[in-house]
């Protein structure tokens, strides 16, 4: 059982280039989230899903896609890569909203 | 709009003493309070939690205190220790707007000092 995993753990992106942000559990969650987290800022919720087909926006939604074709797989898509979204971005899942399981985190450098 | 504050951006305490980690919250709706730990190169980890219909939750060494008059929480530790030395986030979540989000602090570091 591996809970989360992210995929790649750390990626350097040149501004206008786009990328996926891989994002499987294995614990048959329905619940799954992306967020990020800023240099000494909370995490901040950029979209999430209830269950497979379907995605919603969280509080930082702008110049990212999410797409969810299965209950283990939540991608995240960055389309044009701007500085500005340089983060660190952690995938979670629940079995219900409050307790979230997280993973490891993917940091990504936009330069 | 910051909903959920943690106004400590970081907290030392001596090995063995009570760490006290405080939140605060402006939205009414909230009902449901949870903490998470973070170290280095991790993920958060889900801590303790602990609903409106309570004002404490213990777990172990852990305790979790709720003021719905004051809007504020907070998180005990003792003894404290050195592997309790992370980043520590409060989050909220609401029923009435679906409970399906979880809404965090900006984090306290708390650094246990041996």
Redesign the interface.
């Known amino acids: 059982n591996a809970g989360?995993t992210q995929t790649p753990k750390f990626r350097i992106l040149k501004i206008g280039q786009s990328m996926t942000l891989q994002c499987t559990q294995d614990m048959n969650h329905n619940?799954m989230?992306w967020?990020r987290q800023d240099p000494?800022?909370?995490?901040?919720?950029i979209y999430?899903s209830?269950g497979a087909g379907i995605t919603?926006k969280?509080e930082v939604p702008n110049g990212y896609n999410v797409s969810r074709s299965t209950t283990e797989d939540f991608p995240l898509r960055l389309e044009l890569a701007a500085p500005s979204q340089t983060s660190v971005y952690?995938c979670?899942s629940s079995p219900r909203?409050?307790?979230?399981?997280?993973?490891?985190?993917t940091r990504l450098l936009v330069l | 709009d910051q909903q959920?504050k943690?106004n400590s951006?970081s907290l030392s305490v001596q090995e063995g003493r009570i760490s006290i980690l405080n939140c605060d919250y402006t939205n009414s709706m909230f009902d449901?309070f949870?903490w998470?730990k973070k170290y280095p190169?991790?993920?958060?980890?889900?801590l303790i939690?602990i609903s409106s219909i309570k004002d404490k939750n213990e777990d172990g060494r852990f305790t979790v205190f709720l003021n719905k008059s004051a809007k504020h929480l907070s998180l005990h530790i003792v003894p404290s220790q050195p592997g309790d030395s992370a980043v520590y986030?409060c989050a909220a979540?609401g029923s009435n707007f679906g409970?399906?989000?979880?809404t965090?602090?900006?984090?306290t570091r708390l650094t246990i000092i041996p």
Do not use: C, H, I, R
């Open positions: 989360v619940y989230y967020y000494g800022m909370g995490l901040k919720l999430y209830v919603d969280g952690f979670a909203v409050e307790t979230q399981y997280f993973g490891p985190g | 959920v943690q951006p449901y949870l998470y190169a991790e993920g958060p980890t889900f939690s986030f979540s409970n399906e989000k979880l965090f602090g900006t984090g």
